[in-house]
């Protein structure tokens, strides 16, 4: 059995006022509880941070550990950064928007879409544990002003320009937009954040569809505040807990800090109740 991970996170973007600050530590705390606590070997941890972090790179990595997992094998792939959603290009998607990952090179006419993700995805061999982490927006507001770099907190999610030109043109945008949410919906149960869907990975994402990701001043640094309490929790319990303690207590620890977001676990249900990195 080998265990084997990509980690990815970017601060630096060639977008002009893009830049984040707390992607590289996610980096550095996910990768510390993984060698700490679940026996991952330094060698077998590939990271991808600021300027090594292109659309090419990213993608030679993830499918060069999709592909070498064989059965027994535990796998992870953790994403920190700019997330968007631009109009979908080949009519598989309800809301006619994919959802896509922002490369320190991103380019709006060829973005990194989730159906790459979700092809690639598909093509891990039955009897492989795979565990994907993001964290980062899957949506937002074409509205929004991006914050100054000294801003305690930044919602990590770009708005997509082809969209600000349609609307400046004044013609008719492609799919619903989703607007960020300023707080949870009120009388929402916790346990419609425990998804079940029919994939073989295990998804953690650091918010609902609905809502922004934060990069927050947490702990005398800048950090992703998914990762951020994630790694907390892992730590507390010493690396023994399953995936649904592990939602529980970082979703805890987000709203004690009066954080709005809502993180998400979903995948098959009959694994949420495995230890994690199993």
């Known amino acids: 059995m080998a265990k084997r991970a990509v980690l990815i996170g970017i601060n ?4 002009p006022g893009a830049d984040l600050q707390g992607c590289v530590n ?7 509880a993984l060698t700490t606590y679940y026996g991952f070997g ?9 300027a090594q972090a292109t659309k090419k790179a990213m993608e030679r990595a993830i499918k060069k550990l999709i592909t070498k997992g064989k059965k027994g094998d535990v796998l992870l792939i953790h ?13 598989d998607e309800a809301d006619k928007r994919d959802e896509i990952l922002c490369p320190t090179d991103l380019d709006w006419k060829d973005p990194f879409r989730d159906d790459w993700l979700r092809k690639t995805l598909g093509k891990l061999r039955s009897g492989v544990s795979l565990t994907v982490i993001m964290d980062c927006c899957h949506s937002g507001t074409i509205t929004r002003v991006m914050n100054p ?11 997509c320009p082809l969209d600000l030109m349609a609307t400046e043109s004044g013609r008719k945008l492609r799919g619903t937009l989703r607007g960020q949410l300023s707080k949870a919906a009120r009388g929402r149960k916790r346990k419609n954040d425990i998804v079940h869907a029919d994939i073989q990975e295990l998804l953690i994402t650091g918010c609902r569809d609905t809502q922004t990701s934060a990069d927050a001043h947490i702990g005398g640094s800048y950090n992703g505040a998914l990762t951020y309490y994630l790694v907390e929790s892992i730590k507390e319990a010493e690396g023994k807990l399953t995936y649904r303690e592990l939602h529980q207590r970082t ?11 809502i993180p998400q676990l979903e995948g098959r249900r009959t694994s949420f109740d495995r230890l994690f990195l199993s």
């Open 12 to 15: 630096k973007y060639q977008a």
């Open 26 to 32: 996610d980096v550095k705390n996910l990768r510390g």
């Open 42 to 50: 330094d060698k077998d941890i590939t990271t991808l941070t600021d």
């Open 79 to 91: 994403y920190s950064g700019h997330g968007s959603n631009v109009p979908d290009d080949n009519g």
């Open 149 to 159: 770099l000294d801003a305690p907190r930044r919602q990590r999610y770009l708005p």
């Open 251 to 261: 979703a805890a620890k987000l709203k004690q800090e009066d954080f709005d977001q």
